[in-house]
T-cell receptor, first 115, second 113 residues
Framework: EPEVTQTPSHQVTQMGQEVILRCVPI?????FYWYRQILGQKVEFLVS????????KSEIFDDQFSVERPDGSNFTLKIRSTKLEDSAMYFC?????????????FGEGSWLTVV | GQSLEQPSEVTAVEGAIVQINCTYQ??????LSWYQQHDGGAPTFLSY????GLEETGRFSSFLSRSDSYGYLLLQELQMKDSASYFC??????????????FGTGTLLAVQP
């Protein structure tokens, strides 16, 4: 069964450093997302991406965050200057067009620890 | 804004039936989804209700009442492997072309032998 894959599974970084989290969405999907989950809390929406541009972003997704789909298969989330409060599990997700739009498929996540 | 409320924890024994409730307040509504998450892993889709009533998928069923802004997930013949967090979610009506989901607070289900 097709799946969303994410790398790295776990990254430790120093405060102020740049981090890039990578994702390969399911191949025929057109909508891509990043969500995050702080330990023990609910899954929070960060950003959605469609047709090579951001469709919507939350208030969490400030100027320190950016997304890119550089080559038609990868979908990346960059945090320019990490803060302690960025420590969380970051989930990439994708969904198919139209009839399956109410189901999104998540990757296993990238656990980011900022120290 | 959108909000979805769930009980924080539920405990049940193997073989039993458990119901996890979700009440929501949204400015628009496209349906209620349920996701399962084991130990902080990938949330996985369980079910979706667009219309009122019960949807059954094996041991899991999901119910929706749009007039009450309420739904529940029913798990039957509980197994130890059902111990996980369960999230209800709605599609944000302001999410544009994409399927931006707003998740509930999550319910941690503990199945005991």
């Amino acid at each position: 069964e097709p799946e969303v894959t994410q790398t790295p599974s776990h990254q430790v970084t120093q405060m102020g450093q740049e981090v890039i989290l990578r994702c390969v969405p399911i191949s025929n999907h057109l909508y891509f997302y990043w969500y995050r989950q702080i330990l023990g809390q609910k899954v929070e929406f960060l950003v959605s991406f469609y047709n090579n541009e951001i469709s919507e972003k939350s208030e969490i997704f400030d100027d320190q965050f950016s997304v890119e789909r550089p080559d038609g298969s990868n979908f990346t989330l960059k945090i320019r200057s990490t803060k302690l409060e960025d420590s969380a599990m970051y989930f990439c997700a994708s969904s198919a067009p139209d009839q399956d739009r109410n189901t999104i498929y998540f990757g296993e996540g990238s656990w980011l620890t900022v120290v | 804004g959108q909000s979805l409320e769930q009980p924080s924890e539920v405990t049940a024994v193997e073989g039993a039936i458990v119901q996890i409730n979700c009440t929501y307040q949204t400015s628009g509504f496209y349906g209620l989804s349920w996701y399962q998450q084991h130990d902080g892993g990938a949330p996985t889709f369980l079910s979706y209700n667009a219309l009122d009533g019960l949807e059954e998928t094996g041991r899991f069923s999901s119910f929706l009442s749009r007039s009450d802004s309420y739904g529940y997930l029913l798990l039957q013949e509980l197994q130890m492997k059902d111990s996980a967090s369960y999230f209800c979610a709605v599609r944000d009506p302001n999410g544009g072309a994409t399927n931006k989901l707003i998740f509930g607070t999550g319910t941690l289900l503990a199945v005991q032998p």
